[in-house]
């Protein structure tokens, strides 16, 4: 058994065994235990083929790509790391090298990617599944390939490219291409799945919007502000999504999920053999380390952000701000995303919910918490299933909004796609305020402030204030609980690669400046 199915496999099927993001029957019994199953046995009906891909979507639950993935916001401006879980106050205090960078940034991405170049040298040799269906398999799992390089090349810029599976782990040992080379080749998966995927509603698996989506993110990573236009006005023409109208903290609280026509792409959880954690049922899922031990404290800085219900900042004197009362009459996003003082968490019992640990900003997450599930209690397991969501028809109209104005500044679409997210049922702002972001660096400013708010504690802060490049300067206007002034680290805007990876891999040379 040569090294992809002596490794790979074992470890792809190992996943399933704990749960499954789509349903399966009786039938998986009878497969041969896993030490027995080689490439030559397993890939030979469409059920093989089905188990894989699902161990393939397996590969986001894993860290940043699953229940994880807000912690990226405390790799910012946003929030603190309470229980520096993942050492990024450390990363926030500037404090960044290859011995305490957070290894799972680079090997989860690399973990999938592995699974997805295994499954696309091996599905187009299954006869029993129509030509079709492989097609459609194949081009979801090249969206996945190219989630997982684009993660890393945020994270690294310049990083190994594996187009295939090494038939070896010496193989394995190459140098990292040009980040440009990997875009291009990111691209290139996207253009394929683009073509190939199908252009519905989202329901578990990839669909044209989907890579659409994905393209167009990268688009605005790499500036190219006419592409990233003309993606989103594709999605937005088909008329296929809209901004959820149910509520818009229930956009990330099961069971409204299923079938929410906003939700372009997620990571899908079910309760309760694949609930979130580490060991189902449940384990420590979003309830338990966000909620229970309060893991995720939003700064001040953050809080500050939010207008008020009137349209104003509340730096603005008209705007009817007072700080005695500071959480009135603001915008209502603010306390659907923020837990904050004087709006506790009340337990079946009348009790107020209190964390594991103190907070020491003044406020926790309270974007995906599910409080019908009250009291969380780390000792009882609380069984978590929301799934979390990658893509969402806002972060379209954001992204539109955001490339139209770099490409040719203000105009109606603009102010109109920013419109549709503020007048969300439940949300109701005024719309954007054309006489005072009436130029294309006033409306930037606005643009950006918007995605903050709109998307707040679902990891994109940190790639945003990268590809910005203003990174440091939004940190040395914060202040962490210590009193210490948050700072950027990375050289280069990118982050050494673990000390332990250039041990294993002498071809790789570590990023300049470490």
Known sequence: MNFRHKYILPALLATLVLGSTSSCDDSYLDRNPLHAISGATFWKTQADVDMALTGVYRRLQSFIFGFRKPFLDTYSDNALDRHTFFNFNNATLGVINASNVNT???????????????????????????????DRYAAEVRFLRALFYFELVQF???????????????????AKSPKADVLAFVIEDLDDAISKLPATAYAGHAVKASAQMLKARVRLYQQNWADAVALTSEIMATNTFSIFQGGYANLFLQPTQ??????IFSTKYLAPNNAQGNNPPGGEGMLVEIGWYGAIQPYQNLVDEYEMANG?????????????????????????????????????????????????????????????????????????????????????LLAYAEAKNELSGPDPTIYDALNKIRARTGVNLPAVDQTLYNSKEKLREFIRHERRIELAMEGHRYFDLKRWGIMAAKLATVKNPAGVTLSFGEINNVLPFPQAEIDRNKSLVQNSGY
């Open 104 to 134: 799972s940034l680079y090997n989860e991405p690399y973990a999938g990617i592995a699974a997805c170049n295994y499954f696309l040298e091996n599905v187009g040799n299954v006869t029993a599944v129509p030509q079709g269906t492989k």
């Open 156 to 174: 690294f810029g310049d990083v190994v490219l594996y187009k295939v599976a090494p038939e070896t782990a010496e193989e394995a040992k190459i």
């Open 258 to 263: 299923q079938g929410n026509p906003e939700i």
């Open 312 to 396: 104003k900042m509340i730096t603005d004197p008209a705007s009817g701000y007072d700080a005695a009362n500071p959480y009135a009459k603001r915008d209502p996003r603010l306390k659907m995303t923020i837990l904050v003082p004087g709006d506790p968490y009340i337990n079946p019992d009348g009790s107020t919910f209190v964390t594991s640990d103190p907070i020491l900003t003044g406020f926790s997450q309270k974007k995906y918490m599910d409080v019908s599930k009250l009291p969380w209690d780390r000792s009882k397991i609380t069984v978590t299933d929301m799934n979390v969501v990658h893509m969402r028809y806002a972060e379209v």
